[in-house]
């Protein structure tokens, strides 16, 4: 697959090639289940507050019985992304990670919305947090860090009814005291993105209003690009249209469809959308001036809603083209790579209300420059062996104005987000349904992150791994993985992800679900497991994420395990400090209390009777004032 350059003219006998079906060796659902469904525009958050009959009783379900990651926030907003999920967890050389997310712990119209910050300071997570950083109503926060070591989260702000991104400053990694100014013109500016090097801050940014059309490129609510050089105090490009980015090959924006990367003087932004090519602009002088190349033309330019008959016959063609999720890194060489979700669409009518595409669709796609190449590269995964998928109706198909499980024009495999290490290794992240792990009894599966790596600069690609799931149980434990992001470079053999524990699949915004709390969970994994494939395509019961240990607990584990009969807990604190050691099955309720008090620095061990437990699956969770650390436990009899 050539990628396009924009100084050349597209014809449209190469797009029409360029189209035909990616060749995929993914595991696919059976025919009767591929079935199209009409595609919806985004919803921002003017509808949503616009719309009462959306307030509904916040539920205290949770997924704290989720055996993956520790919990270091939570929200009862759970859309974090709209398509492409936004890096949104820094790791510096000296230990310390920062994460953010969207918080809200009110209930439908989340009034008190906005940006969460915590860091681990090297030693331990700071507290949970309970209110935004921004003075007034925001979401989708973007992070970066300048060359004084402050942090830079942008966020958008509904409240005027003009969108503008407000920009909230910190005195150094970790610090907690945060500076809220405006350097931007509003510009309706929803649904940020950022990424710097030292003191160059770049910005990616959608307009909110659907009906506004962009003077400088007469499309409706088009990405912006903004440029600093100070670090976020004042901004040299203010909302610049990309070049070719017009009329020509698009009619409208779309929410957070696009990434952003930069490395030295690089700079690359990527973009997909439902019906619009999968493209990207590169900069080799610190973001002054781009470049762009279309890896994967959609069919048709500046496509508006009619018939997708590419042959001529007059009759409409299914088309292969993108869900709107993608990512972009730079490697240490300055090559672009960019993976993004695969679907399938078609129009059969040629009117507004006859776009449908097919959530059944299974794949990653990956394209490296260096390469010039185009390949599907992973998907979910046939884990029963029997040669298809086993999905339930409502994660593939949804029902007459109801989208089941999925998220927006998500199929199933969802959101990649890539990163390298200073091996020149590439791996890539992405959410993908799991086969047979179904919420209830409605057919709604639940999600897991999964893996797959290159040690060939993205040649080829190694089987996919599942990274959320330990293999046990099909019930998923209660909990979905899902809005996963990690680190872009890993400079020290570990994998740091930050993700959202879900008691639901979907979300309540776009699925209707019920109101919960979920979980911002964080979790690393060892290179070295994932490159030797110790996690397995479906999970791997003995092998787990490594936790950071807080200043209270150092680790905590139980003999025997398996156990029967009697099982011994052995655990540390480097300080003094209250802890809890509860039992739960595999259905996240308690079933034991094996220890509850305070204890001293230093070592202990708890002994437990068993003889009351069935055999089977539990979960020990190990409790401190700084940390929640969940294991597996085997009973037998």
């Known amino acids: 697959m050539k990628k396009v350059l924009l100084t050349f ?180 500016a929803i649904w940020p993105r950022a990424t710097s090097v030292g003191d160059n801050l770049y910005v990616l940014n959608n307009h909110n209003d659907t009906g506004y059309v962009e003077p400088l490129n007469g499309m409706k609510q088009p990405m912006y690009y903004s440029r600093s050089t100070d670090g976020g105090i004042t901004f040299v490009d203010d909302h610049i249209i990309m070049p070719g980015y017009d009329t020509a090959r698009y009619t409208r924006g779309g929410g957070d469809n696009y990434a952003i990367d930069a490395n030295e003087n690089y700079v690359v932004v990527g973009l997909a959308g439902f019906t619009d090519d999968v493209a990207y602009w590169k900069s080799m002088d610190y973001g ?173 690609w190694n089987p996919e791994q599942n990274l959320t799931n330990d293999a046990v149980s099909t019930d998923r434990f209660g909990s979905e993985e899902v809005f996963a992001n990690i680190n872009r470079f890993s400079s020290d053999g570990f994998m740091h992800m930050s993700f959202m524990a879900d008691p639901e699949p979907g979300t309540e915004l776009t699925n209707g679900d019920d109101p919960v709390v979920s979980e911002i969970r964080y979790a690393r994994f060892d290179l070295a497991s994932i490159i030797s494939g110790a996690f397995g395509p479906c999970g791997n019961a003995t092998v787990g994420f490594n936790d950071i240990a807080s200043t209270n607990a150092t680790s905590i584990n139980a003999y025997p395990n398996p156990a029967s009969g009697s099982v011994s807990f052995n655990f540390d604190l480097n300080a003094n400090s209250s802890a809890k050691i509860t039992i739960s099955n595999a259905l996240g309720q308690s079933v034991m209390t094996i220890a509850n008090g305070t204890f001293a620095a230093g070592s202990h061990t708890v002994n437990a009777n068993l003889s009351t437990l069935e055999a089977g699956v539990y979960f020990y969770t190990f409790t401190t004032e700084n940390s929640v650390i969940t294991r597996k436990l085997v009973v037998t009899k």
């Open 9 to 188: 003219a597209l014809c449209l006998p190469f797009l029409v090639h360029a189209q035909s079906r990616l060749s995929t060796n993914t595991p696919q659902l059976p025919a009767s289940k591929t079935k199209a469904v009409k595609a919806n525009r985004v919803t921002t958050d003017q509808d949503v507050l616009q719309n009462a009959n959306r307030s509904k009783s916040l539920s205290q379900r949770t997924a704290a019985y989720n055996p993956i990651g520790s919990v270091i926030g939570t929200s009862t907003y759970d859309l974090q992304t709209n398509a492409s999920v936004s890096r949104r967890i820094l790791k510096y050389n000296a230990g310390q990670i920062s994460v953010v997310w969207t918080f809200s712990g009110a209930a439908s119209p989340w009034s008190d919305r906005g940006s969460a910050y915590v860091n681990f300071d090297g030693t331990m997570w700071g507290p949970q947090p309970s209110v935004r950083i921004e003075t007034t109503r925001t979401g989708w926060p973007a992070i970066a860090s300048n060359s004084n070591n402050q942090e830079i989260i942008a966020s958008h702000d509904p409240a005027t009814g003009q969108y503008n991104l407000k920009f909230n400053t910190n005195q150094g990694i970790g610090n907690t005291s945060w500076t809220q100014t405006t350097p931007l013109s509003s510009k309706g």
């Open 288 to 460: 002054a001036t781009f470049t762009k190349y279309i890896p994967f033309p959609f069919p048709f330019a500046a496509y508006s809603d009619e018939l997708t008959d590419v042959d001529g016959d007059g009759i409409a063609d299914t088309l292969d083209t993108n869900d709107s999720s993608c990512d972009v890194l730079l490697d240490g060489s300055g090559n672009v790579h960019m993976w993004f979700g695969y679907t399938r669409m078609i129009n059969p009518a040629g009117s507004p209300d006859s776009t449908f595409f097919f959530p059944g669709t299974n794949g990653i796609v990956y394209y490296s420059e260096q390469f010039d190449s185009l390949q599907i590269i992973a998907g979910a995964v046939d884990c029963d062996g029997d040669g298809t998928l086993t999905i339930g109706d409502l994660t593939t198909n949804g029902t007459s104005g109801d989208q089941g499980a999925r998220y927006r024009t998500s199929c199933l495999a969802s959101m990649p987000m890539g990163m390298t290490d200073n091996a020149g290794n590439a791996y890539c992240i992405f959410s993908a349904v799991r086969e047979g792990a179904d919420s209830t009894a409605n057919g709604q599966n639940y999600r897991d992150v999964m893996v797959t790596w290159s040690n060939d600069g993205g040649l080829t």
